[in-house]
């Protein structure tokens, strides 16, 4: 049954011209019919180097709103309305302009987890694998970071000749889990290595081996001589790195570290938008594309 789904989207992509973007915290099934897989940053071009009309994103809105932003000739896609990411719709433009009147030196940094609305108000765009280095390379000293708390704690820890400035904001998903979830976790597993992403609130990113994006856990979990893990990310991880390294032993550090959104996309509805009959097409007008671009561009060129 999965597979006669698989094989029929197969060949409406090519039939369509589709490209399929999905990120890492997609459900098996989905990750191997896309065409890239990836986190945030390594999603974020990747449309531009294919040469298909259309794109389907399957993930959450910000991101397809990022595929948009770098690829405006192409049609992209959506498959479902309301998948969107709590924290990137945490802050409106009104209460940007606030900030910003409040810190009129700072230079704002937004992670990419933001509306592209938004990003035409900020200078400088990150993800969470690309934000210390971006941060270190950045001539200004005063950064406003928006609207992640734990992953600016994060980066100002490891930057600290920078002044960074954040707002009470983060990931529900990550933000759930507490220091009884890493002792309990560390109790039941004392042998294994603790990974976690910095979008977890300080006090549990602390108890780590290692803090790093979704691409950073799963390198260090490759090149590890450790035998097991506990993830502090998102479930799916664990799951993709248990059929990738069966000889290693993974476990979650909660089993409630699931993001509802990324999980709303299913086979289905990914064949459903390559038949026409469901999915949103993100449109955005040219002026805000051009604006929110910018901190792109130079996220972009900083990362370099
Ligand atoms: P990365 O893909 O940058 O690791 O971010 C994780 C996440 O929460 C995506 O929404
Ligand atoms: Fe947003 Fe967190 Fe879900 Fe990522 S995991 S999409 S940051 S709510």
Known sequence: ????????????????????????????DILEIADFTGDSFALSTKATSVSN??????????MAETVKIFSPEKNVYLSKSDAGCPMAELLDVDML?????????????????TTAELKTLCDVCVT???????????PENKILFIPDCNLGNFVQKQVPEKEIVTIHGGCPTHARMTVKDVEKAKAAHPEA??????????????????????????????KSEAKSFIIGTENSIVQHLQL??????????????????????????????????????ITMDEEMRLKAKRCMDRMLELGK
């Open 97 to 113: 302009r606030q900030l910003k009147e409040t810190y009129p030196e700072h230079t704002v940094v937004a992670y990419v987890n």
């Open 244 to 281: 990738a390294y069966p000889d290693k032993l993974f476990y979650p550090l909660s089993k409630d570290c699931v993001c509802h959104n990324m999980k709303l996309t299913t086979l289905v509805d990914v064949l459903n938008v390559l038949k026409g009959t469901d999915g949103e097409e």
């Open 1 to 28: 049954m999965i597979a006669d789904i698989q094989n029929e989207i197969l060949k409406l992509k090519k039939e369509k011209d589709f490209c399929i973007l999905a990120h890492c915290y997609q459900t098996p």
């Open 128 to 138: 969470s694998s690309s934000a210390v280095q971006i941060i270190k390379n950045m």
């Open 193 to 222: 290595k603790f990974l976690v992403h910095p979008e977890c609130i300080p006090e549990v990113t602390a108890m780590a081996d290692y803090a790093g994006s979704t691409t950073g856990i799963m390198d260090y979990a490759e």
């Open 53 to 62: 009309k259309n794109v389907l994103m399957c993930g959450v809105r910000f």
